[in-house]
């Protein structure tokens, strides 16, 4: 069954991956509206997946999403900071770990 | 040839190197508190290689079987691969026979580099988003790899170890937000001083907002923006269970209104 979940999940994701490229075998005939889309939706995507990590934060009930928050803030201000990708995700994890083990 | 559109080709992935090994380290770490091996996890991320998804996925291979859900899912997380793949419609438009494994391997970070970055003319252009793509790939499986390796050692506690995933989204938005910025203010500059010239002839003064505006070139950043904004009024009005199809929907609608007006 698991062997199964995974392949479902290979197959839907594959099917993102393709239709594009199923619908429109002919890049040029793509329609003007269609090339639009493909410039604006990958910053817009991006933002949906920011949104869709904190889905889960409770901000009416403790710790009202302040580790989330912080480390948020670690993560945005280190790479602002430094532009290394691996220490901003690397200390922000590391001070999200040990603000929800220890501090809230 | 080969050799040259690899060497050409590593230096473009690797940040993806770090940020893949660790992040595929603790998506190892997880899948092995779950009781999955390094072979679960190899093939996982061999076959379906979505980051994403497969950290979600994980309390979904431990419940019980339900394919239309994992389906949905898939679908809904991996919707942004849609407009990956039409943005990329004609830059892999001749990539022959490597092509249906690029599409396969477009992930987030792949799709940002073969955006930006180009071989040199002297290496063969398939090639090179080719190994772009397995690298960016290898890199993944071998991080769950070692993952799945060390994780039954492990002594310290992990939890909170999964903010890994919202740490990159938040990386990734930073680097596409500054790309944003760099890749045409004048031509939206230009777009937006059209407008106030045309503003202008009916003899009013255009309103500051406007100049200030263009000054900032926030219109790189629209999309982004709408993104943000109507990502949070579908989770507010959805939940967090149901809301990335409608958020989808919603950003669709923005972006179109956005072009008439623009």
Known sequence: MVLATILILAIGTALTRFLPFILFPNAESAPKYVHYLGNVLPPAAISLLVVYSFRDISFASAPHGLPEILAVAAVAGLHIWRNNTLLSIGAGTALYMILVQFVF | ?262
Not at chain 2, 50 to 68: E, H, K, M, W, Y
Request: proline share 5%; glycine share 8%; aromatic share 14%.
């Open chain 2, 1 to 262: 040839m080969k050799t040259l559109a690899f060497k050409s080709a590593f230096p473009h992935t690797v940040p993806v190197l770090t940020g893949f090994l660790f992040l595929g380290i603790a998506y190892g770490i997880l899948m092995s508190e779950r009781g999955f091996g390094v072979g679960w996890i190899f093939l996982t991320s061999s076959v379906v290689f979505a980051g994403a998804l497969q950290f979600v996925a994980i309390s979904l291979l431990t419940s019980a079987f339900d394919p239309l859900y994992a389906f949905i899912i898939a679908i809904s997380i991996n919707a942004r691969h849609l407009f990956y793949g039409i943005s990329m419609l004609k830059k892999l438009g001749d990539a022959g026979k490597v092509k249906p494994y690029i599409i396969f391997a477009m992930c987030d970070e792949t799709f940002s580099i073969l955006c930006s970055a180009e071989p040199p003319p002297n290496v063969n252009k398939q090639a090179f988003m080719f190994f772009v793509a397995a690298l960016n790939q290898s890199y993944w499986v071998i991080g769950g790899v070692i993952g799945g390796l060390i994780g039954p050692l492990l002594t310290f506690n992990t939890y909170g170890i999964d903010f890994v995933m919202t740490a990159f989204f938040v990386v990734v938005f930073i680097n596409r937000w500054r790309a944003d910025g760099n890749h045409s203010p004048a031509e939206s500059a230009e777009k937006l001083s059209v407008r106030i010239r045309s503003f202008s002839k009916t003899g009013l003064k255009p309103p500051v907002f406007c100049e200030r505006i263009a000054a900032h070139g926030i219109f790189q950043h629209s999309p982004a923006l709408i993104g943000l904004g109507a990502a949070t009024v579908a989770l507010l009005i959805f939940g967090a269970d149901n809301f990335v199809i409608p958020a989808m929907i919603l950003i669709i609608v923005c972006l179109t209104l956005f072009r008439r007006r623009v």
